[in-house]
């Protein structure tokens, strides 16, 4: 890798929240400054800099060092002291008080600040409180030098001294030293394998147990990650001793431990036919569970606050009133759900696309608002919430912002402080992990009405749980599922390839014009025509704008027709590098003014979340600084680190396109797809557009897909607890 080392002349831009610097370096032996940039937390004007990175050209600011790793080396001379001390460095010392030091202590300096930074009274002029605080906020860069130096040696990028700085302040050396596996629960973007290294770094044994638990904790946070509220006792031995590579009696010892001091639950409810499949749960996913379990218990022992209100022989007037009136002609199984969401504190209502559930939402909450009553409309999802506000005409809030999130971490609407509402309607809830579902229902006033929406056969939730499964699995909620295809979709070629798949028939590819296919057997080849389709052929025959109205879903993030490699394609076709329009690299991303992009986190604090898309409006690469303008007008502004959380989204997984309806859906399928190649996902991908589906690839994909109708088991004990408890 190669080297650069020189003294550091000034600083150019800091942030800091992330430690992203850009800065000039006198090189050694060299006149003239270099430009460097990265995570370069601490770094002072007239610090030697030792850096390992590679050079790069910036299309606007020319050649610049970008700084993988870093050393420094303190001044050596009285006059390099005295730059170095009058440089900011250190709060309250400028140019005049540096020069008083160093004529005191000359080139001692900083072996005094170091061992006997008492001395500093010696100083004329410094009184005794600021030196007390020249002397702290010297050990505080100390530190900050000591855990970059630490982590470095250890073969850490600087990104993660950042991180871990910026959670634990003064605390994180000796955190680092001495309990390394806390980092990966606590610190966001340092997971297991970081802190392990760390740990190994430090010495800490394969066999230690405070290993062999935060092995544990991350075999069953994957297992989370793979959507799994526990894993079975036998298992998740298993899993753990392979992760770690240690005896799976060890594993089963710490196991026991954990157990007992309540760091792992075992489930007395979701029992099991032998010991060794035993539920073995987080904590969280647990009390999640059981939360989730409680409050649907609690509303259907609940007797209806609004059933009074809508007398049974009056139902015909009602519907006849919303037909002549508002022109919304309900057929049978509709008005079934609109009278359950009435009557019955908590229902399921679900249906494929076309159905008519948002018609029955509509009706729903003309009715309510009709009598005074407050409806209120949720989705996981800004897309979705966009949605539903213009399908029923009243606002649709994302969940996390209807229960407002609190800097602290927690959301302010919750069993203390409720949401103001008598009906509750939660839609796209296959997308409801179970988690965010126990929240959602905790701040639910237990007088209101709970209408949860969804299609079941859609791609169950990214994060852990079934719960719109698991709901109906119980049997026990009241369900309405709407199957008939009205007269608006009944033409379309999307709703009835749709149920074709879903019933496991392969989509008519002839006598729609709205469902397409085109043959491409290799990966290169379907990337070819992916692109080619969104950029020329689809806007030149339908009029669709190929930046705005198209969207590509793939089944996979990797290889030629994957979300990666799209993404980059279709970027170089649909906006170039080009004179005038700003860019910036992140990783191995180019970020240009005008790109789709999409967050890939939640970021409670500025009020942005995963699955979020926007486009890119401007670019400070010297900052660096991306801002984003997202489908709900609201500019942000990103920098350093955060710009993890954005990704190109010309190409989209379908996975992250649950929720969203898009104009056109251009899907890219393979048999090197498989095994992602599933019944729901092809079901799911189609489903996404309104307007038109193209399907790229080979049909024996499409077959094979069409025929994965068993999905991976999920293990959630929701289900179970609905019915036993």
């Known amino acids: 890798m190669p080297q650069l080392d020189g003294i550091l002349e000034r600083i150019t831009y800091q942030s800091e929240s992330t430690g992203y610097t850009v800065a ?37 600011h020319g050649r610049q060092f970008s700084v993988q790793r870093y050393h420094t080396r303190l001044p050596a001379t009285i006059d390099g002291i005295r730059r170095y001390l009058g440089s900011g460095l250190i709060k309250g010392v400028g140019p005049a008080t540096a020069k008083r030091i160093t004529e005191t202590f000359g080139k001692y300096t900083l072996d005094v600040l170091d061992r006997e930074p008492e ?9 005794h409180k600021k030196a007390e605080q020249i002397a702290a ?90 959507g799994h509220c526990y894993l079975p006792w036998r298992e998740l031995i298993e899993r753990a001793a392979s992760l770690l590579t240690v005896a799976a009696t060890k594993v089963q010892a710490v196991v026991d431990q954990m157990l007992a001091a309540g ?31 409680n409050a649907i218990r609690r509303w259907l022992a609940q007797r209806s606050a609004l059933a009074s209100h809508y007398a049974p022989s009056r139902w015909e ?126 701040a639910t006033p237990l007088n209101a009405h709970v209408v949860i929406v969804g299609d079941a056969d859609q791609l169950p939730s990214v994060g852990p749980g079934r719960v719109l499964g698991d709901l109906i699995d119980s049997g026990i909620v009241p369900r ?18 749709a149920r074709r798949i879903n019933d496991g028939l392969l989509p008519e590819w002839g006598g729609h014009d709205d469902f397409y296919f085109f043959a491409a057997e290799t990966p290169e080849r379907c990337a070819e025509l992916v692109v080619e389709l969104v950029v020329e052929r689809i806007p030149r025959r339908f009029g669709y704008d190929p930046r705005r109205d198209i969207q590509v879903l793939s089944p996979t993030h990797k290889g030629n027709a994957g979300v990666a490699a799209l993404n980059t394609a279709l970027q170089a076709a649909l906006n170039p590098p080009r004179p005038g329009v700003a860019e910036y690299r992140s990783g191995a991303t180019v970020f240009r003014v005008g790109d789709r992009v999409i967050q890939q986190r939640n970021d409670y604090d500025r009020d942005v979340y995963n699955g979020d898309t926007g486009e890119i409006i401007a670019i400070d690469a ?43 859906v251009v899907l890219p399928l393979l048999l090197q797809h498989q095994p992602l190649l599933q019944r729901n996902l092809l079901y799911t991908a189609v489903t996404r557009a309104r307007q038109l589906v193209v399907i790229v690839g080979d049909r024996r994909a499409v077959a094979a897909a069409v025929a994965a109708a068993e999905v991976e088991r999920r293990y959630t004990g929701l289900s179970v607890r609905l019915r036993d408890q």
């Open 622 to 664: 010297a900052a660096p600084t991306v801002v984003v303008r997202f489908e709900d007008g609201r500019a942000i502004r990103y920098s350093g680190l955060d710009l993890d959380d954005l990704a190109l989204a010309y190409a989209l997984s379908v996975h992250k396109s649950q929720g969203s309806e898009y104009p056109v």
């Open 119 to 127: 001395r500093l009274r010696e100083v004329p002029g410094l009184g």
């Open 480 to 497: 309405i599922h709407l199957d008939a295809i009205f007269r608006q979709a009944a033409g379309s070629g999307i709703a009835a390839n």
């Open 317 to 442: 007037l009602v519907f006849a009133h919303l037909a002549e009136r508002r022109g919304i002609d309900l057929s049978p199984q509709q008005r079934a759900a609109v009278r359950t969401a009435l009557t019955s504190p908590v229902m399921l209502l679900t249906g494929g696309p076309g159905t008519g559930k948002t018609t029955s939402l509509r009706a729903l909450v003309l009715l309510l608002r009709a009598r005074g009553y407050r409806p209120l409309l949720a989705a996981p999802t800004g897309r979705a919430a966009r949605r539903l506000s213009e399908a029923t005409g009243i606002e649709a809030r994302t969940i996390h912002r209807l229960l407002e999130y609190s800097p602290d971490g927690t959301f302010r609407r919750n069993a203390d402080n409720p949401l103001a509402c008598d009906l509750l309607v939660i839609d796209e809830a296959s997308m409801l992990d179970v988690v965010l579902a126990n929240q959602l229902l905790k």
């Open 263 to 293: 760091q792992l639950w075992r489930d007395p409810v979701v029992t099991a036919a032998t010991p060794a499949e035993q539920p073995i749960y987080l904590p969280p996913l647990a009390f999640a569970e059981i939360g989730v379990a």
């Open 24 to 60: 000039q370096l006198r090189p050694a032996g060299k006149r003239d400054t270099v430009t460097i940039v990265g995570q370069l937390l601490g770094v002072q004007p007239g610090e030697q800099l030792i850096l390992e990175g590679e050079w790069r050209d910036h299309p606007t």
């Open 137 to 226: 906020a010297w050990r505080e860069q100390q530190r900050i030098k000591d855990l970059m130096l630490l982590l470095q040696d250890l073969g850490l990028p600087t990104g993660v001294a950042v991180r871990i700085y910026k959670h634990y302040g003064d605390d994180a050396l000796a955190v680092v030293q001495h309990e390394p596996y806390r980092l990966a629960d606590e610190v966001d973007g340092v997971g297991f394998r970081t802190a392990d290294a760390i740990a190994a770094g430090l010495g800490i044994a394969r066999d230690d147990p405070r290993r062999i638990a935060a092995g544990v904790r991350f075999a069953l946070g994957q297992a989370s990650d793979d």
